[in-house]
T-cell receptor
Framework: GIQVEQSPPDLILQEGANSTLRCNFS?????LQWFHQNPWGQLINLFY???GTKQNGRLSATTVATERYSLLYISSSQTTDSGVYFC???????????????FGQGTILTVHP | DAMVIQNPRYQVTQFGKPVTLSCSQT?????MYWYQQKSSQAPKLLFH???????NEADTPDNFQSRRPNTSFCFLDIRSPGLGDAAMYLC???????????????FGDGTRLSIL
């Protein structure tokens, strides 16, 4: 199956700092999502971005599918950004897997005031 | 206006006592998924339904079963919970797009299961 690697595993920031999280994947994908899991365990969908660039407020994401990586940018970080950021991908398999997502191990982000 | 609803948010059961977790959706999506997430780990797919077509992951234990009586509801049954089954259980939905394209998955808030 497809392999998904996220880096860095841990990231500690001061409030107001910028950061870049990376997701590498081992095979072609037709789905890529970035999630934020908050301390209560809720998985919040940030971006659906199998290719291209998207922005939503202080967050933006870029996926370069041909080079098999995606980046999540967080600008002017806030304490509420703390939590675990997951990248999850769906393999391109002719539709046999019905969109199964494989998750990376996540990046634990801590933002200090 | 919650779209994927999981009940309850927290569930406590006894070792070996069957437990059922529920998921409902208002999105009318044809695919529903159950993921298990253990502490400090990534979510892992247990199984999914495409309409009424059930698909089990190869490494999902036989202790876990699922039912989908209609489009809106899906249940996760754990027949004899062991201590290792304590986890967050996440339900998700999506649509099967045209030409085998995949669509984003929408997750519920999860049910955190504890085993005594």
């Amino acid at each position: 199956g497809i392999q998904v690697e996220q880096s860095p595993p841990d990231l500690i920031l001061q409030e107001g700092a910028n950061s870049t999280l990376r997701c590498n994947f081992s095979d072609s994908v037709n789905n890529l999502q970035w999630f934020h899991q908050n301390p209560w365990g809720q998985l919040i969908n940030l971006f659906y971005i199998p290719s291209g660039t998207k922005q939503n407020g202080r967050l933006s994401a870029t996926t370069v599918a041909t080079e098999r990586y995606s980046l999540l940018y967080i600008s002017s970080s806030q304490t509420t950004d703390s939590g675990v950021y997951f990248c999850a991908v769906g393999e391109w398999d002719g539709g046999t897997s019905y969109g199964k997502l494989t998750f990376g191990q996540g990046t634990i982000l801590t933002v200090h005031p | 206006d919650a779209m994927v609803i999981q009940n309850p948010r927290y569930q406590v059961t006894q070792f070996g006592k069957p437990v059922t977790l529920s998921c409902s959706q208002t999105l009318n999506h044809n695919v529903m998924y159950w993921y298990q997430q253990k502490s400090s780990q990534a979510p892992k797919l247990l199984f999914h339904y495409y309409d009424k077509d059930f698909n089990n992951e190869a490494d999902t234990p036989d202790n876990f079963q699922s039912r989908r009586p209609n489009t809106s509801f899906c249940f996760l049954d754990i027949r004899s919970p062991g201590l290792g089954d304590a986890a967050m259980y996440l339900c998700a939905t999506s649509t099967r797009g045209w030409g085998y394209s995949n669509q984003p998955q929408h997750f519920g808030d999860g049910t955190r299961l504890s085993i005594l």
